[in-house]
């Protein structure tokens, strides 16, 4: 297949992996009330995901209040639990990349889920390399965080052919509306994720 497009980052969450919302676990084996998690997930650990805080220490400093008694390393173990990788979409971006497309993980995570991905999923065998909110400070529905993601492909690039000379090379792949306005923003090329047959079409025009 000859592809216009040089790059494509794609969400992680939904699309390259299916699992249970960390809250929503939580609350059903554990009977922790949406009421009791709602101060931190969205207080600190909004502040994870852009690389200003540690969870390990933010969970310290909560676990209490959730009745959790076991250790900081156990809830985190607990919450990285579940996760699935899509076979389908597995084998889409190998095919891709054997076509000479580099593909990416473009993701709202915190530094330890992150290393979980990469380590324990092994998805650092799936990707081209990842493009995490951690580490770039701004989460997807920042148009700021897709300056970043442009900034360092061109870094990644092996060759001049395999440069990024056009924003529109670049394919944004996510399910959320907020992420892809912010990628539309910086002009990249976008796909509303709904299921991988969709997508396959979307690829073939």
């Given at each position: ?14 699309l ?42 933010e ?58 991905l990469?380590?324990?999923?092994r ?26 993601v442009?900034a ?15 924003r529109?090379?670049?394919l944004?792949v ?15 090329s ?16």
């Amino acid at each position: 297949m000859i592809m216009k497009y040089k790059a494509i980052p794609f969400d992680a969450d939904g699309l390259i992996i299916h699992s249970p919302r960390f809250s929503e676990r939580l609350q059903k084996e554990y009977g922790i009330t949406w009421e009791t998690l709602k101060p931190f997930f969205q207080g600190p650990f909004q502040e994870c995901k852009i690389g200003k805080a540690d969870l390990k220490n933010e969970l310290a400093k909560t676990m209490g209040a959730w009745d959790w008694k076991d250790s900081v390393d156990a809830l985190l173990a607990f919450l990285f639990q579940g996760d699935v990788v899509d076979e389908e979409i597995k084998n889409l971006v190998s095919t891709l990349r054997q076509d000479g497309v580099r593909c990416y993980l473009a993701t709202n995570q915190e530094e330890y889920r992150e290393r979980y991905l990469e380590n324990e999923l092994r998805l650092n065998e799936i990707f081209n390399g990842f493009f995490v909110s951690a580490r770039l400070g701004y989460l997807k529905n920042d148009p700021r965080f897709f300056e970043e993601v442009m900034a360092n492909l061109n870094e990644a690039s092996i060759n001049t052919k395999s440069m990024i000379r056009e924003r529109e090379e670049i394919l944004f792949v996510d399910h959320d509306k907020e992420n892809i306005d912010a990628a539309e923003v910086m002009e990249l090329s976008t796909h509303t994720f709904q299921d991988i047959q969709t997508f396959k079409n979307f690829l073939k025009k």
